[in-house]
């Protein structure tokens, strides 16, 4: 006699081969800053609401969904926002999360400094930080804000209360900040506790509408990535290869730095083990893809797994190889 349920591993496997280890929850639409480029975790163009709190979903729901998601064999969560610092009971969220699972969280940084210690004791193991650019006046031209030396308290702050290894997203800018990469590499160059993210600018949500000379902005920016990482290769004398997306980590000079090219990438796609959680509770299979969300509001135990097992097999590459002609 047979119970009809799907194994772990088989709910958790899409339609291409690709299992999720990794899910990526955003506590909150709401933010602090006002980033140029953000993409809003791809709720701005999948009929969420930003700005709108009080349908963010609650830590009694996220903590359900946790562990569901831990019971069906996730071995990491990363948490993320808008800003995730914003919410009042994040330590509670952190704390819901069992201690066998990689826990980490994307932040910018900017209330990190007060709060860096208190998510470690939290069980919290790491941190991501946006970081575009070193310079104040620039920092403030791409997030609206002038808050670059609380960002860079917080990352400190961070690397003492052993939030390690601390990953500082660059996100590449042409024209903007792509003089800086250099200066990037020094901040980290000696420093065990850090690692340099390099981010290929992902043009959706219209992000750029009202930004003077945007073609110029966009036009060879993944080009402009792509060149970079060549050099790096180049002058790297050790590169591993990372799981998620089949990333590449180089060292160089004492510096390690990973590159992340999600546009137009195939291998990226091919190698996706995540799902992501917006803040009003859908199932995102894929940043770039919509209409294929799947609403967990008001769902448990079993129905709860019967939505992520939908959701992961609405799971599609963004990016497929050209049809043979």
Not at 104 to 117: F, P, Q, V
Not at 149 to 164: E, F, K, R, Y
Not at 195 to 223: K, S
Not at 273 to 290: A, E, F
């Amino acid at each position: 006699m047979t119970t009809g349920k799907k194994p772990v591993n088989e709910i958790l496997t899409d339609p291409y081969g690709r299992t999720i280890t990794n899910v990526r929850i955003a506590l909150t639409n709401a933010c602090n800053l006002r980033c140029i480029y953000c993409h809003h975790e791809g709720e701005e163009i999948n009929g969420c609401s930003r700005n709108n709190t009080h349908i963010q979903m609650t830590k009694e729901e996220i903590a359900e969904l946790i562990g569901v998601f831990a019971e069906l064999g996730v071995t990491t969560i990363k948490l993320t926002g808008g800003e995730p610092t914003l919410r009042s009971d994040l330590l509670d969220i952190i704390r819901s999360i069992p201690p066998h699972i990689e826990s980490s969280m994307t932040t910018n940084g900017t209330l990190l400094a007060k709060m860096a210690a208190d998510l470690k004791e939290a069980g919290l193991s790491r941190v991501n930080i946006s970081l575009d650019t070193l310079h104040r006046d620039r920092y403030l031209k791409i997030t609206g804000r002038d808050l670059l030396p609380d960002v860079l308290a917080g990352i400190d702050a961070a690397i003492a209360a052993g939030l390690t290894p601390v990953k500082l997203n660059m996100v590449i800018l042409k024209g903007i900040n792509d003089d800086e990469i250099e200066d990037f590499f020094a901040y980290v160059r000696g420093r065990k506790d850090l690692i340099l993210q390099i981010i290929e600018l992902m043009d959706i949500n219209g992000w750029a509408d009202n930004i003077d000379h945007v073609d110029d902005l966009i036009r060879g920016n993944a080009d402009l990535v792509g060149d970079l990482e060549k050099d790096i290769a180049s002058r790297s004398t050790k590169v591993t290869t990372r799981r998620m997306h089949h990333r590449r980590k180089y060292c160089l000079d004492n510096a390690e730095v990973e590159v992340v090219r999600p546009m137009h990438n195939l291998e990226f796609c091919a190698n996706c083990n995540r799902l992501r959680v917006t803040s009003d509770g859908k199932l995102k299979p894929c940043l770039l893809r919509t209409g294929n969300e799947v609403d967990i509001r008001g769902l448990h135990g079993e129905d709860l797994k019967a939505a992520i097992a939908k959701a992961v097999q609405n799971r599609a590459p963004y990016f497929t190889p050209a049809p043979k002609v």
